[in-house]
């Protein structure tokens, strides 16, 4: 059974930075493509972030509506993964969920990230306010 433990998330004032975390029990997560996304209440849900797996290559792509403000990584000998949010403003509050493809070696789907995600945490809230 594959259970994600996410971490970080608060209450940040606009332009402050958080880094979320996200690590797995039941699944190594450095092989599967991983994704992080948010969902802001009565919103749809918005990929903000996708990892290919280490040995799908690696790559790292970040939605462009942050791209310049929010970073994700990894880091293998934790087997964790990251995203890195900077300069954050009110419109970045939402809910934040990492997810994984359960597929070995795979990697971010170049049309929708969140397809083949088949494993999801619970999230972590992250409000941005003053």
């Known amino acids: 059974q594959v259970q994600f433990v996410e971490s970080g998330g608060g209450l940040v004032q606009p332009g402050g930075s958080l880094r979320l975390s996200c690590a797995a029990s039941?699944?190594?997560?450095?092989?599967?493509?991983v994704g992080w996304f948010r969902q802001a209440p009565g919103k749809e849900r918005e990929a903000v972030a996708c990892?290919?797996?280490?040995?799908?290559?690696?790559?790292?792509f970040v939605a462009e509506s942050v791209k310049g403000r929010f970073i994700a990584s990894r880091d293998s000998a934790r087997d964790t993964v990251f995203l890195q949010m900077n300069n954050l403003n009110p419109d970045d509050t939402a809910t934040y969920y990492c997810?994984?493809?359960?597929?070995?070696?795979?990697?971010?789907?170049?049309?929708?990230?969140?397809?083949?995600?088949?494993?999801w945490g619970k999230g972590t809230l992250v409000t941005v306010s003053s």
């Open positions: 997810a994984a493809n359960a597929d070995y070696g795979s990697t971010c789907n170049v049309i929708d990230w969140s397809y083949s995600m088949y494993y």
């Open positions: 039941g699944l190594t997560l450095e092989y599967y493509a």
């Open positions: 990892l290919n797996s280490n040995n799908g290559g690696g790559d790292t």
